[in-house]
């Protein structure tokens, strides 16, 4: 059997798995309370829509449209979307008489479905028909170099090493062993321990996580056990020094924060003291922060600002906070961000704000308040498409891409095409629409439009990235220009002139089309 031929019938084999009553039996109960909008894109769904069928997934975990949060149901309907385009790409495939190069490397939209995949927290998925599905897309993501590999990897070691989900790994051990692939949770296990160990060697997000993992599951002396525990219970101090001591990094961090009184009265008000503590603080403080501990990193940015504090050093301190928040503390994240906005005249960078509104919008992903108010000031936000004038032509341009075989459309005008729709997800103007480098727009958390080249007085807008509909857009139109030849478009006159016949066009075509339907 062809490698084609057997991922063929993988595809349509797993797509047998989940009958599509389970998909309406699931959801039928909760539909009633759902909103217009939801009951459409379900609808959409059922029916076999790819982007329907994410957006579901999507309200599952966000809660949008007043949607229970169910993790499973959106497992369920990723593992549809997911399967409808490799059958989609497999019949591409097998239509074409060209070989594909690497068959194994995921695609652009498998990558897209990674992306939404890796949110799915796995372990409240354990009972879904769909969890074989995600527990092998998260496999197959934590071993190959895909953005989303570093995600994959802490989510799978979690579930399969930390302490607290012992009955679920006693639970996986059975179901693992009715895979019959040859593998045992013991096997599985230490694959787990060595995406911990690379996790915390890394420069990610999940690091000082997989290091908070990695102490809980190291093997403790009966010694340093006892001390810790009465530390705990006891309040025990010299049993926290003696922890420290040994090399416990929980103990550093706790007896560093200790010392330096913070959440506390000083007991004196005198300098000396104050600074002698300060001075004991920072050297037990400095040895969490270089086992990579975020919260002592930041406690030592807070000592360097004190001014009691013989070692006074603003510099520093600066350097302590950015340091906590490369290691994800949510408010060092918001401190980074917000000095860098205070900052951003002084500041050399290409557009002015886009450093201060990355940190800013990391910290309110962790939930940081008043990170909301100060991203405001800084992103745009244009989440519904709706209410711009570009709309209306936006839904034509899609229809004629869905159709651009049958309408024969000029590689100029598809490019047109998907510029309205970029236009219409975030309000460009009819300048910025024309004139925008649409495969330079995206960054992880903002689209950076700056035309200066051909207008220089017209100044960048940097616009938050707020919907999956949003990401699905760029991914698509950043695809098409990618392939396009440079210059191909031509200059500003002939971009206007081209964007008056293909305007047109679309609303005769479309409207006639509306009306006669």
Request: charged share 25%.
């Amino acid at each position: 059997m062809s490698k084609g031929s057997f991922l063929a019938f993988f595809v349509v084999s797993r797509q047998q798995e989940h009958p599509f009553r389970v998909f309406w039996g699931l959801r039928w109960q909760n539909c009633h309370m759902a909103s217009r909008e939801f009951l459409k894109i379900l609808q959409s769904a059922r029916l076999g829509d790819v982007s329907a069928q994410q957006n579901l997934a999507s309200a599952y975990l966000s809660g949008a449209f007043k949607t229970p949060i169910q993790p499973a149901n959106a497992l369920i309907w990723l593992e549809k979307s997911y399967f409808s385009i490799k059958n989609q790409e497999l019949g591409d495939s097998s239509s074409s008489d060209e070989e594909l190069a690497d068959p194994a490397a995921p695609s652009q939209e498998i990558l897209g479905m990674f992306e939404q995949i890796a949110t799915v927290p796995l372990a409240a998925t354990f009972n879904s028909p769909a969890f074989s599905f995600g527990w092998k897309s998260f496999w197959e993501m934590a071993r190959s170099e895909v953005p989303t590999s570093f995600a994959a990897q802490w989510q799978l070691a979690e579930l399969l090493l930390h302490p607290d989900k012992k009955e679920l790994q006693i639970e996986l051990t059975s179901w693992v062993a009715k895979q019959n692939d040859g593998r045992d949770l013991a096997s599985l296990q230490k694959i787990a321990k060595e995406f911990l160990l690379q996790l915390a060697e890394s420069e990610s997000s999940f690091t000082a996580s997989a290091k908070e993992l990695l102490i809980k599951l190291q093997p403790k002396d009966e010694a340093l056990s006892s001390l810790w525990n009465a530390w705990l219970t006891e309040k025990n101090e010299g049993a926290l020094i003696q922890a420290a001591e040994l090399g416990l990094t929980a103990a550093k961090l706790t007896l560093g924060l200790k010392l330096a009184q913070f959440g506390e009265q000083p007991a004196s008000d005198e300098g000396g003291k104050s600074n002698a503590s300060l001075k004991k603080a920072a050297y037990w403080l400095e040895l969490a922060a270089k086992d990579g501990d975020r919260e002592a990193w930041f406690a030592l940015g807070e000592i360097y600002r004190r001014p009691q504090f013989s070692g006074y050093n603003a510099s520093e301190s600066d350097r302590c906070f950015d340091r906590a928040a490369d290691l994800g503390h949510a408010q060092a994240q918001f401190r980074k961000g917000a000095n860098l906005w205070r900052k951003r005249e002084k500041i050399e960078e290409k557009v002015r704000g886009l450093q201060a509104s990355y940190w800013i919008w990391q910290a309110h992903q962790q939930g940081v308040p008043e990170a909301k108010e100060l991203l405001s000031k800084v992103l745009e936000n244009v989440s519904s498409p709706k209410n711009n004038d570009w709309y209306q032509l936006a839904a034509y341009a899609e229809k004629a891409l869905n159709h651009h075989a049958e309408h024969k459309l000029d590689e100029e005008w598809i490019l047109l095409c998907h510029r309205l729709i970029i236009a219409n997800q975030f309000n460009l103007s009819k300048a910025e629409l024309l004139l925008c480098e649409v495969g330079q727009l995206q960054h992880e958390h903002c689209v950076v439009v700056d035309i200066r080249y051909e207008l220089p007085k017209i100044l960048p807008r940097l616009i938050q990235i707020d919907t999956t509909q949003q990401r699905r857009s760029l991914l698509a139109a950043g695809k098409v220009f990618a392939g396009s030849e440079s210059g191909l478009e031509g200059n500003l006159r002939q971009r206007r002139y081209r964007f008056d016949r293909v305007t047109e066009w679309l609303t005769a075509t479309f409207t006639v089309d509306q009306t006669v339907a």
